[in-house]
């Protein structure tokens, strides 16, 4: 009965660190169907990952990842050591803007809730960033395509929706702090300069700068 014991808390600690290098974060809190409404409720991998917690990151230090507890005890966090070969996915033009956008709401709000925090948002507050601020899409994705990006996003834990369905506008949902292990700095740096610089070219052709913006003295 021990060595059964045994052979199935190796083989939940093995499907812990697939889930951690795959997701790169454990929450302690998730978000759980219950006769039709989505609530919080206790992860029991987190639970067992704190039960087993040496034994987790000796396996995952073996190859080549850390595991770090934020100092409130809710969130386990899977980072690559230096020199570690990182999988990469290719996305589409949508999908990286998607992330970007993400990425950005993500730095903007984690300032006021620390370095391992969730951030919440809305499809609503996405869209404009990407479609109003930043003027990335000629013309707002359609349903079916902000539900492929997004159900692929939810898919490898950059985000978890917590209310309504991705086809809907006032979806509400949590970007993961995974999302920092995730996206190229490097290249959402890139993009937001890209944007910003191309939204100051627009004001500059419309005269938005103009002191005289406003005046009403010809009428």
């Keep these: 009965?021990?060595?059964?014991?045994?052979?199935?808390?190796?083989?939940?600690?093995?499907?812990?660190?697939?889930?951690?290098?795959?997701?790169?974060?454990?929450?302690?809190?998730?978000?759980?169907?219950?006769?039709?409404?989505?609530?919080?409720?206790?992860?029991?991998?987190?639970?067992?990952?704190?039960d087993h917690e040496d034994e987790v990151r000796e396996r995952l230090a073996a190859v080549g990842y850390d595991l770090e507890l934020d100092s409130l005890g809710n969130f386990y966090l899977c980072t690559p050591q230096e020199g570690v070969g990182v999988r990469y996915e290719r996305l589409d033009r949508a999908e990286t803007l998607f992330l970007f956008g993400l990425a950005v709401m993500y730095e903007g709000k984690r300032s006021e809730m620390g370095r391992f925090a969730t951030v919440d948002s809305d499809m609503n507050e996405l869209l404009s960033l990407l479609c109003v601020t930043y003027r990335a899409f000629d013309k707002e994705p359609s349903t079916s395509e902000i539900r492929r990006i997004m159900t692929r996003f939810e898919r490898t834990g950059i985000v978890l929706r917590k209310r309504g369905r991705w086809s809907d506008l006032d979806v509400e949902f949590a970007i993961q702090p995974s999302i920092v292990h995730v996206a190229d700095r490097a290249t959402i740096d890139a993009y937001e300069k890209r944007y910003a610089a191309a939204i100051d070219e627009s004001g500059a052709m419309f005269g938005t700068d103009d002191d005289d913006a406003g005046d009403d003295d010809d009428e």
């Design 1 to 50: 009965m021990k060595q059964f014991y045994r052979m199935e808390t190796e083989k939940k600690i093995k499907a812990i660190c697939a889930m951690l290098i795959a997701h790169r974060y454990l929450c302690k809190m998730k978000w759980v169907s219950q006769e039709g409404e989505r609530t919080k409720d206790v992860s029991p991998e987190f639970m067992f990952c704190e």
